[in-house]
């Protein structure tokens, strides 16, 4: 039950997660772009400061919700202050670049925002605690979110004209969001756990009223897939380190339902020298995701259509080199999984 919007049809793909390293927003546009001839994405780059991180660019989307920075993190204010139009001009900046990088450009593109369980969870309201513990401030910011996300769509789209856009989500506080694990803003308890009902609701409420398939990534343990599934995604992006056995039927079904699988299957960060299988080896690195295939019981042919390959998680951390040699390995990995189902 998707918005209506199927991811495209890609073969032997891979993309980014989202974040890259160094704040030079050019050197980053052609590194996703040049790297990864299938599914490029448009950069962050959160080295930059307030407004670059995940955090502050989802809140320089929200339309008519306004958030600073403070000692202790984001929190929501009255007006838009200088970390807004910071965000707004990094987003500008980035856009800009990637708009270069893509001249003539038909194909699918990829571009990424926080979502609206993993922003409650991180920005305070005004008297001091996090929006997650007030309902209404969450169906506030899932709503201001939603029209945020249809302009910046419309602006992708003017800029990049033949570009078929993906959204990621990206909600890695949602399993801790469902547990009851998220602090308070005092950092002392917990918050109390969010009805799988409610967080299912406000996601499919977005998803439903954007032009575009919508991929949630997490790269947590635990990620919800059957809660994503009914939401209404069209691909779930997880590290595929992080899956246990009693995800398979999950997942089994997921793919049957016709859920894009995007597996991080290749480290973030940089490797020590000779211990990463997946920097020596591309195809070896996703011979986890063909016993995984096998087993579910699919046929092998579907492997490459099916699933797509990213770095476990964004690469803001790594080294601007290994930054690229990890795209360059995703697109590597995804290949041989259509040369080599088996």
């Not at 949602?174 to 547990?179: G, I, K, Q, R």
């Amino acid at each position: 039950m998707s918005n209506g919007h199927p991811f495209p049809d890609l073969v032997g793909a891979a993309t980014g997660v989202g974040s890259l390293p160094g704040t030079d927003a050019r050197e980053a546009a052609k590194t996703a772009t040049g790297a990864l001839e299938h599914l490029p994405f448009l950069p962050e780059l959160p080295a930059r400061g307030p407004g670059a991180d995940m955090i502050g660019r989802g809140a320089g989307l929200l339309v008519e919700l306004f958030a600073q920075t403070e000692p202790s993190g984001w929190r929501f204010t009255d007006h838009p202050g200088r970390d807004t139009k910071r965000a707004h001009s990094w987003l500008g900046e980035d856009l800009d670049a990637l708009e270069e990088f893509t001249q003539g450009y038909q194909g699918a593109l990829k571009v990424q925002a926080v979502g609206p369980w993993t922003l409650a969870a991180s920005i305070e309201l005004k008297y001091g605690e996090k929006a997650l513990a007030d309902p209404g401030a969450c169906r506030d910011i899932a709503g201001s979110l939603a029209e945020g996300l249809r302009r910046h769509l419309a602006d992708v789209r003017k800029r990049i004209p033949g570009a078929e856009v993906v959204l990621q989500l990206d909600e890695p506080a949602l399993p801790a969001v469902l547990a009851g694990q998220v602090r308070t803003a005092s950092g002392f308890q917990r918050l109390r756990s969010v009805d799988r009902q409610v967080a299912e609701e406000r996601l499919r409420e977005l998803i439903r009223t954007l032009d575009a398939p919508v991929v949630v990534h997490s790269c947590a343990p635990n990620v919800p897939i059957p809660l994503l599934r009914r939401a209404g995604v069209a691909g779930i992006s997880l590290d595929f380190s992080l899956l246990t056995d009693r995800m398979d039927d999950d997942l089994g079904e997921a793919v049957e339902a016709g859920t894009m699988i995007l597996a991080g299957v290749v480290p973030s960060a940089d490797q020590p020298s000779g211990q990463s299988t997946a920097v020596s080896d591309p195809a070896g690195s996703v011979q986890g995701v063909r016993t995984l295939w096998r087993r579910l019981g699919f046929a092998p042919e579907l492997l490459g259509r099916r699933v797509l390959v990213t770095p476990t998680c964004g690469l803001a951390g790594a080294s601007p080199a290994y930054a690229r040699q990890a795209l360059s390995l995703s697109a590597r990995a995804a290949q041989s999984l259509v040369d080599n189902p088996e």
